[in-house]
């Protein structure tokens, strides 16, 4: 008779873990709260137009492809890829720069911007070459629950290249004086959730991911990914219940014995949460076997929640890209209006995204689908809809200037999303979107374990365990989580 094991949660993490356990023979239970699969990255279709409710940018293909060869698949036998070209466009105060997909293109958008920085970038981009190939052939894959796991001759031999002391706003300045250059290079970070001067400049390696790996979109929306990684769970024979809210862990002598939702009672021999951990450990474990203590989670640096519509226009926009960044006001005010005193933003930079640019099918004929995103800290009160239609229409009307055209006039479907639904949606702790932020001081042994400290056959995965934020470290995280099973209880 097989092992068994139910895995909390799927989101990318929770998919992948259940995926990877039943590879290797194990009986395999998904219990997702909310009635489809994607976590954060659920679909939402109304009125003709779809939307993806979480991530929108697709990077590091490489990983996505490592993932699914894993299972003797390809990407392309789940959905289409299309590289865009541009990337995506930032607007400032002043007109706007399309960042092309094309390497050397890019050099002399560079060099136009600020002459003989374009022989920097080559040298910037090697550089971050190497990290990436380092950071994720060598330090992602780890659970990171031991520093002798990165007694490895390659990072010790590269530990000085790797950067991992110095910030990455200090490494982008030594190359670049421009200050649009330089919010250009440190924008890719954001999706680690921590400010520039914050994180490690080891993560330079997601400005390679940015600029040599691409931006790429899977045709249908990220949703994409999430039916595709469904339909192989479901090949694999992991079964799901769905619209089943886990309410307790029932553990015995370090040892859970069964898992309890509102509707019925699980049993297994291994559990691996992919719900929020601080969640995990404060609602569904008794105190004793909680591995940290409030004060531990009450000292942690999280990444942003983020303010979010979803809007349908009823006609289609002129001259705008798919992604667009719109850093038309002062970074630093509203940085220090997420990390260092938070409080909702009064100048927001935000980001918008058109799939309907790429995609006919999101879409009815003739009109457009947007995503606006404003990133906002986690943990704010006061999430009204009166205070998000203040800000909805503060930043359609700084997009409408930058495009010559009438946006609001033309809704004619809006959906917010902020704080209070993480909290409500995925007992997201303190409301935040993109988990821990990816300080060194919250870096791989440094975060918290994918193993309970107290409770010998409970595991964790997702965006607040290794290896962090982002897709392609919740697919990995996955992989590792099961990794650590199959190793302890083969």
């Known amino acids: 008779m097989s092992k068994s094991v139910i895995v909390i949660g799927s989101g990318f993490a929770g998919l992948s873990a259940a995926s990877f356990m039943a590879k290797a023979g194990w009986d395999v239970t998904v219990i997702e709260k909310n009635g489809q699969p994607g976590g954060r990255a659920r679909q939402l279709k109304e009125e003709g137009f779809t939307f993806d409710m979480g991530p929108s940018w697709y990077w590091m293909p490489d990983v996505f492809e490592h993932y699914f060869n894993a299972f003797g698949k390809k990407t392309e036998d789940y959905y289409q890829l299309i590289r865009l070209d541009p990337s995506y466009r930032v607007y400032w105060e002043k007109g706007y720069m399309d960042v092309p997909a094309s390497y050397e293109e890019l050099k002399k958008v560079f060099e136009s911007e600020e002459p003989g920085s374009a022989a920097f970038l080559d040298k910037y981009i090697q550089e971050a070459a190497f990290k990436y190939q380092v950071g994720i052939n060598k330090l992602v894959y780890k659970p990171g629950r031991s520093v002798t796991e990165f007694m490895d001759r390659d990072i010790l031999k590269g530990i000085f290249r790797l950067d991992v002391f110095t910030s990455i706003q200090k490494h982008i300045r030594k190359h670049f004086k421009s200050p649009k250059l330089r919010q250009l290079m440190e924008f890719p970070v954001l999706f680690l959730g921590a400010l520039p001067q914050n994180t490690p400049a080891l993560y330079s390696l997601m400005n390679y991911a940015d600029i040599v790996g691409g931006t790429w979109y899977p045709k249908g929306g990220m949703y994409a990914v999430v039916s595709a990684m469904y339909e192989l769970a479901l090949e694999l024979g992991v079964k799901f219940h769905f619209n089943e809210e886990v309410r307790e862990i029932v553990v015995e002598n370090n040892q859970a014995t069964k898992l309890i939702t509102q509707h019925d009672s699980f049993k297994a021999d291994i559990i691996i949460s992919g719900a929020d951990y ?46 667009s960044l719109f850093f038309d006001v002062p970074f630093d005010q509203h940085a220090g209006e997420i990390y260092d005193h938070p409080q909702w933003p009064t100048r927001p930079l935000f980001y918008v995204s058109v799939n309907s640019v790429t995609d006919s099918q999101v879409a009815p004929a003739g009109c457009d689908n947007i995503v606006f995103l404003v990133p906002v800290a986690s943990g704010l009160e006061n999430d009204t809809e009166d205070l998000r239609e203040d800000y909805f229409k503060r930043i359609v009307k700084r997009m409408e200037q930058h495009t010559g055209q009438s946006i609001e006039d033309a809704v004619i479907y809006k959906k917010t999303y902020s704080v209070s639904d993480f909290t409500s949606d995925y007992n997201s702790f303190r409301g935040n979107a993109y988990g821990l932020a990816n300080t060194l001081l919250q870096t791989a042994v440094f975060k918290p374990a994918c193993k309970s400290r107290k409770v010998k056959n409970l595991f964790y995965t997702g965006q607040l365990t290794v290896p962090g934020p982002g897709v392609p470290p919740s697919l990995i995280s996955g992989e590792v989580v099961s990794g650590e099973v199959l190793k302890e209880f083969g």
């Open 278 to 323: 601080h969640f995990t450990e404060t609602k569904l474990l008794p105190q004793a076997y909680r591995s940290y203590r409030e004060a531990y989670w009450d000292k942690k640096i999280m990444a942003p929640s983020c303010l979010l519509y979803y809007v349908g226009l009823n006609k289609k926009l002129d001259n705008v890209l798919h992604h």
